[in-house]
């Protein structure tokens, strides 16, 4: 850190106009310094312990190994880190996901530049950030079972199938998902079957079709 008053910042976004939005919001409060944009969760991996930030800023898609992934990740290395997930995933799909996975908090990159910052501060100070609506559903499950207040078939996904759907749904071969997400063509094919078997679909034609409009309805509000 190159000011002892000014916390550190780390941004993993594959999308530059995105990187460069969230270091100018982050850069209008005097008590942040964005020190380092990385477009990739691996080399955010390699440099944890070199760039020791104090809070780290991950999109949910990346290429190569996930947000979710990573946030396991680091706090599997380095468990009191602070991380924000910042995404244009719907909240009711992946926040309480990389709640359980150890972030600390889950902001929609629709949201206003001031929740943003609303969300970094209470973050490095110790607190979760999710919306009250997230907030609400994380409680729900807490008093009535989780699987009582899913209300998307695709929220009945785990981590891995939901990644493994995305990825389908990005036009990639059983044998390129399984290269990427280091599993063996055998693994992501059991994977399949159990998202067909969820979404109650019959076949792996109706899997890819399912899978890609989903994508593309995620995607369709990124710029």
């Known amino acids: 850190m190159s000011n002892s008053f000014k916390k550190s910042v780390v941004l993993v976004d594959d999308?530059?106009?995105?990187?460069k939005g969230l270091a100018l919001t982050l850069d209008t409060d005097p008590g942040f310094e964005v020190i380092e944009q990385l477009d990739r969760g691996e080399e955010l991996i390699q440099r944890l312990d070199?760039?020791?930030?104090?809070?780290?800023?991950?999109?949910?898609?990346?290429?190569?190994?996930?947000?979710?992934e990573l946030v396991k990740h680091v706090i599997s290395h380095k468990e009191d880190q602070k991380i924000?997930?910042?995404?244009?995933?719907?909240?009711?799909?992946?926040?309480?996901?990389?709640?359980?996975?150890?972030?600390?908090?889950y902001v929609m990159k629709l949201e206003a530049s001031e929740v943003l910052l609303k969300a970094v501060r209470k973050v490095l100070n110790g607190g979760i950030y999710v919306s009250e609506e997230v907030s609400e559903r994380l409680l729900l499950g807490m008093?009535?079972?989780?699987?009582?207040?899913?209300e998307s078939p695709i929220e009945k996904l785990s981590d891995r199938?939901?990644?493994?759907?995305?990825?389908t749904g990005k036009g990639?071969?059983?044998r390129k998902i399984a290269e990427q997400?280091?599993?063996?063509?055998?693994?992501?094919?059991s994977y399949r079957?159990?998202?067909?078997?969820?979404?109650?679909?019959?076949?792996?034609?109706e899997l890819m079709v399912h899978a890609v409009k989903w994508v593309e309805t995620e995607h369709s509000d990124m710029y």
């Open 15 to 19: 999308h530059p106009l995105m990187r």
């Open 50 to 68: 070199e760039l020791n930030p104090d809070l780290i800023i991950v999109d949910v898609s990346l290429p190569g190994m996930s947000g979710l």
């Open 181 to 189: 997400l280091h599993l063996s063509v055998k693994t992501v094919e």
């Open 193 to 205: 079957a159990r998202i067909k078997t969820k979404l109650n679909l019959d076949n792996a034609t």
């Open 143 to 150: 008093a009535r079972g989780q699987k009582e207040v899913m």
């Open 161 to 167: 199938e939901l990644e493994v759907f995305e990825l």
């Open 84 to 105: 924000l997930v910042v995404s244009r995933h719907d909240e009711s799909l992946y926040a309480e996901r990389v709640i359980r996975a150890g972030a600390k908090g």
């Open 172 to 174: 990639n071969s059983t």
